[in-house]
């Protein structure tokens, strides 16, 4: 059964800093782009940013420079290292894990506020 758990959504003020986990099971996670999305309130999803199975990273514009997504293939886990953050980051954060198939986590709260 695969499953991808996201961890790390909190409270905090403009201009503080998280980090998201992304655990995943019951698939080969090297050979497995990750991505994480974000779901605003009355909104859409939107892709935030991918890393695939070869570390090549890409960024939605209004996250460069600001967040960093990073892979470490001998936990099974993708990360996203946000800095910086702003009102508009307010959001259910989701992971997904694209190879074959696409897998999606269950998301996780992130409420920039102050």
């Known amino acids: 059964q695969v499953q991808l758990v996201e961890s790390g959504g909190d409270l905090v003020q403009p201009g503080g800093s998280l980090r998201l986990s992304c655990a995943a099971s019951?698939?080969?996670?090297?050979?497995?782009?990750m991505l994480w999305y974000r779901q605003a309130p009355g909104k859409q999803r939107e892709l935030v940013a991918t890393?695939?199975?070869?570390?090549?990273?890409n960024y939605a514009d209004a996250v460069k420079g600001r967040f960093t997504i990073m892979r470490e293939n001998a936990l099974n886990t993708a990360y996203l290292q946000m800095n910086a953050l702003k009102s508009e980051d307010t959001a259910v954060y989701f992971c997904?894990?694209?190879?074959?198939?696409?897998?999606w986590g269950q998301g996780t709260q992130v409420t920039v506020s102050s």
């Open positions: 997904s894990a694209q190879h074959r198939n696409t897998y």
């Open positions: 019951g698939i080969i996670f090297e050979l497995h782009t």
């Open positions: 890393i695939t199975n070869r570390f090549v990273t």
